[in-house]
């Protein structure tokens, strides 16, 4: 992508936050003119922490770690959110994009395999324009966009050039029980829609000769009490409509936080049982991915 392009796209990302559309809530709040989108954010970009960070996936987190930055804020409302300090209760501090492209720089020459943008939707606008100015300065690693999976097929598109690496949930099968948990009754056919649209621009996982990620999609998929995310269908939807050959992300560690304790169905966390059952309907729909074995003996406990 020339440089032109670039700055052509991140204008229009500034441009579709005047009357923010850029995720599926289309909100319409007047961000830069101070009005509060349903996500928390207004007109400064608000970052809740920045660090390499070792715990993700292996082909992400590799042997020098992932150069993660948490931004504040989230266009969904999950009752059991671990993280809703920063999503719901918007913690952080507020950075200049030119901060936001020192701090990708610094995190770069620490040594990260890669920068990761956790919950950065809202926010891409301020995020494009520093790793325009911080590839001027050197900067050269991949860029991942780790988010929830609601995402808009338009931003997608517009994200294309501008991200290496997708790393999106795949949540739910059933609106209603994404209506109940995060809030979205629309969340089952967005997120395949988006599924869809990042496969067909980013493609497969590539790995460099390290086993480190440089492109593609990987998906994760956290694993819910008594099963209640419906992974069976989200599994079949990827076999089918996607590709066998993207890795899916099973993730164990779910506990109860925010305000599961009011649900008894999610008020506990997953059983060993459970987690190895997802594994095998995972292998039995013909998928492969990364798997917290490690963990299993935990859960047991």
């Given at each position: 992508?020339?440089e032109?392009?670039?700055?052509?796209?991140?204008?229009?990302?500034?441009?579709?936050?005047?009357?923010?559309?850029?995720?599926?809530?289309?909100?319409?709040?007047?961000?830069?003119?101070?009005?509060?989108?349903?996500?928390?954010?207004?007109?400064?970009?608000?970052?809740?922490?920045?660090?390499?960070?070792?715990?993700?996936?292996?082909?992400?987190?590799?042997?020098?770690?992932?150069?993660?930055?948490?931004?504040?804020?989230?266009?969904?409302?999950?009752?059991?959110?671990?993280?809703?300090?920063i999503?719901?209760?918007?913690?952080?501090?507020?950075?200049?994009?030119?901060?936001?492209?020192?701090?990708?720089?610094?995190?770069?020459?620490?040594?990260?395999?890669?920068?990761?943008?956790?919950?950065?939707?809202?926010?891409?606008?301020?995020?494009?324009?520093?790793?325009?100015?911080?590839?001027?300065?050197?900067?050269?690693?991949?860029?991942?966009?780790?988010?929830?999976g609601?995402?808009?097929?338009?931003?997608?598109?517009?994200?294309?050039?501008?991200?290496?690496?997708?790393?999106?949930?795949?949540?739910?099968?059933?609106?209603?029980?994404?209506?109940?948990?995060?809030?979205?009754?629309?969340?089952?056919?967005?997120?395949?829609?988006?599924?869809k649209?990042?496969?067909?621009?980013?493609?497969?996982?590539?790995?460099?000769?390290?086993?480190?990620?440089?492109?593609?999609?990987?998906?994760?998929?956290l694993?819910?009490?008594?099963?209640?995310?419906?992974?069976?269908e989200?599994?079949?939807?990827?076999?089918?409509?996607?590709?066998?050959?993207?890795?899916?992300?099973?993730?164990?560690?779910?506990f109860?936080?925010?305000?599961?304790?009011?649900?008894?169905?999610?008020?506990?966390?997953?059983?060993?049982?459970?987690?190895?059952?997802?594994?095998?309907?995972?292998?039995?729909?013909?998928?492969?991915?990364?798997?917290?074995?490690?963990?299993?003996?935990?859960?047991?406990?």
């Open positions: 992508m020339t032109k392009d670039f700055l052509y796209k991140i204008k229009y990302l500034y441009k579709i936050a005047e009357n923010c559309s850029l995720c599926p809530r289309y909100c319409n709040a007047k961000r830069f003119q101070a009005e509060k989108g349903l996500c928390g954010a207004k007109d400064k970009l608000r970052i809740a922490s920045f660090n390499i960070h070792r715990g993700e996936e292996p082909c992400i987190s590799g042997e020098n770690g992932s150069g993660t930055i948490f931004f504040s804020g989230c266009s969904l409302k999950c009752k059991f959110c671990q993280n809703y300090p999503s719901r209760f918007y913690n952080g501090k507020d950075y200049t994009v030119s901060e936001l492209s020192d701090i990708m720089l610094e995190l770069q020459k620490r040594g990260a395999h890669n920068i990761n943008l956790v919950t950065s939707t809202h926010f891409m606008p301020f995020i494009a324009d520093a790793l325009c100015i911080a590839k001027d300065k050197g900067f050269m690693i991949p860029v991942i966009y780790n988010s929830s609601y995402e808009t097929e338009e931003l997608i598109e517009i994200l294309d050039g501008i991200i290496d690496i997708y790393l999106p949930d795949i949540k739910y099968s059933n609106n209603r029980i994404a209506l109940k948990y995060s809030g979205v009754d629309n969340y089952v056919e967005v997120n395949r829609k988006a599924l649209k990042i496969y067909k621009q980013a493609g497969e996982l590539q790995t460099d000769f390290n086993g480190i990620a440089i492109k593609g999609m990987l998906i994760r998929h694993i819910l009490p008594e099963g209640i995310s419906g992974y069976q989200s599994f079949k939807f990827i076999a089918e409509e996607l590709s066998e050959n993207i890795p899916v992300s099973l993730m164990s560690q779910y109860p936080a925010y305000k599961a304790f009011n649900d008894n169905a999610v008020s506990r966390k997953i059983t060993a049982e459970e987690y190895i059952e997802a594994i095998d309907c995972l292998s039995n729909a013909g998928l492969y991915g990364y798997y917290q074995t490690d963990l299993i003996n935990d859960l047991a406990m």
